[in-house]
């Protein structure tokens, strides 16, 4: 007797994410249990010379069961990254010169079998494709060799700090999502503002 093979043709993948969205959206999800995994913002170097300010950092973007299996059911997630810059000042509040709003979307193809990263406006150009979801995220959380321009003159005699935020965006999801992603525990991915100080 001849084996049966489970192959779903490209249609099916097509109508993949639909039907896992009516699914999430009827049911809800069901309750989720204790969350490991988290976004962190491990390291950041950073140096200004001139108006060019440039980063070398990593973060940790820990997913939950929830969010991972909705990239694999062909549900992408976007990735936004906020940097601020500050000029310390000595009696009042620090001042902001410069914010940047970086980008990157993850999403998995399934005839290929691979996770896709592309990134746009705010951050350099970045289109690569990985086997695994762990080798994306690493890749997703890097901030090699990145450079910003500072528009504000930078003085010689002032000290510098980044504050920096990685989070999920809940409105780069689809719309039947985005109720559901508000209200759980599992799609608030938020690492918080961590400060950093900037060297010369």
């Known amino acids: 007797m001849p084996a049966c093979a489970?192959?779903?043709t490209p249609r099916a993948w097509?109508?993949?994410?639909?039907?896992?969205?009516v699914f999430v959206g009827l049911c809800g999800g069901g309750p989720s249990l204790a969350l490991a995994s988290g976004f962190k913002v491990s390291s950041v170097q950073a140096r200004l010379s001139g108006q060019t300010l440039s980063l070398n950092g990593t973060i940790d973007l820990g997913l939950?069961?929830?969010?991972?299996?909705?990239?694999?059911?062909?549900?992408?997630?976007?990735?936004?990254?906020?940097?601020?810059?500050y000029r310390r000042r000595t009696f009042i509040w620090d001042q902001k010169l410069a914010s940047w709003a970086l980008r990157r979307e993850l999403r998995y193809h399934a005839l290929t079998g691979?996770?896709?990263?592309?990134?746009?406006?705010?951050?350099?150009?970045l289109r690569e494709s990985f086997v695994s979801l762990n080798d994306a995220l690493i890749q997703m959380g890097s901030l090699a060799d990145l450079t910003l321009?500072?528009?504000t003159p930078v003085l010689g005699d002032a000290g510098y700090h980044l504050d920096i935020r990685a989070?999920?965006?809940?409105?780069?999801?689809p719309t039947l999502l985005r109720p559901l992603a508000y209200t759980s525990r599992a799609w608030d991915l938020n690492s918080g503002w961590t400060t950093w100080e900037t060297q010369r």
């Open 167 to 173: 989070r999920l965006d809940i409105e780069a999801l």
């Open 114 to 125: 691979q996770y896709l990263i592309s990134a746009g406006a705010g951050a350099p150009v």
């Open 14 to 21: 097509l109508w993949r994410p639909l039907f896992y969205l």
């Open 149 to 151: 321009t500072v528009g």
């Open 64 to 85: 939950t069961p929830e969010v991972e299996e909705a990239i694999n059911n062909g549900i992408p997630i976007e990735l936004a990254i906020d940097v601020r810059l």
């Open 6 to 8: 489970n192959v779903e």
